[in-house]
């Protein structure tokens, strides 16, 4: 089946860092998509992108919508305390999401 | 406008009984998904229906599981016998109407808390 390959799994870097982290795949999506997941909660919708190249940015965070359509990633600049949590890609072909491993990001204050 | 409402939002069962998990769209949503997590890795899709009609299980097992999303009330997610394995977190997602292939926006509920024992 469909796979997306999420890195890096895991990042500890200090407040007001940037951040960058990205998706592959072997297939190709229409749609890719941001989210991230707080403890014992459900995934909150970042940045959605449609259009191989796209460029999106919200505050914050900056995502592209790779030209091959298989690839993504997501940066997130002068990191805060809050921005801590998993970081998944979710790329869409048919209707269901197929989702990366995830990134679980620690920022040291 | 309520989001998306999961319940319950944590459930144990013992080995052998039956677990049922709802979930409600937001409102004006008429699509909605299922997805398992287990720790520490991403969702897994499991089946995608619309009122009265599964458009897309190839998620779901083939036994014990079972979907429905009727015309009144909300979407519910059925696990017969259940066994350890099936012990994870349970999402659900809903997106709009007129929603087409490749359009994305799915937005999730928070998930319930599945421990079998």
């Avoid at chain 1, 200090?14 to 707080?38: H, P, R």
């Avoid at chain 2, 699509?31 to 190839?58: A, C, T």
Wanted: contains cysteine; positive net charge.
């Amino acid at each position: 089946g469909q796979q997306l390959n999420q890195s890096p799994q895991s990042m500890f870097i200090q407040e007001g860092e940037d951040v960058s982290m990205n998706c592959t795949s072997s297939s190709i999506f229409n749609t890719w998509l941001w989210y991230k997941q707080d403890p014992g909660e459900g995934p909150v919708l970042l940045i959605a992108l449609y259009k191989a190249g796209e460029l999106t940015s919200n505050g914050r965070l900056t995502a592209q919508f790779g030209i091959t359509r298989k690839d993504s990633f997501l940066n997130i600049s002068a990191s805060i305390p809050s921005d801590v949590g998993i970081y998944f890609c979710a790329g869409q072909g048919a209707q269901k999401l197929v989702f990366g491993q995830g990134t679980r990001l620690t920022i040291n204050p | 406008n309520a989001g998306v409402m999961q319940n319950p939002r944590h459930l144990v069962r013992r080995r052998g009984q039956e677990a049922r998990l709802r979930c409600s769209p937001m409102k004006g949503h008429s699509h909605v998904y299922w997805y398992r997590q287990l720790p520490e890795e991403g969702l897994k899709f499991m089946v995608y229906l619309q009122k009265e009609n599964i458009i897309d299980e190839s998620g779901m097992p083939k036994e014990r599981f079972s979907a429905e999303f009727p015309k009144e009330g909300p979407s519910i997610l059925r696990i017969q016998q259940v066994v350890r394995g099936d012990s994870a977190a349970y999402f659900c997602a809903s997106s709009p109407p007129g929603f087409t292939s490749g359009s994305g926006e799915q937005y999730f509920g928070p998930g319930t808390r599945l421990t079998v024992t």
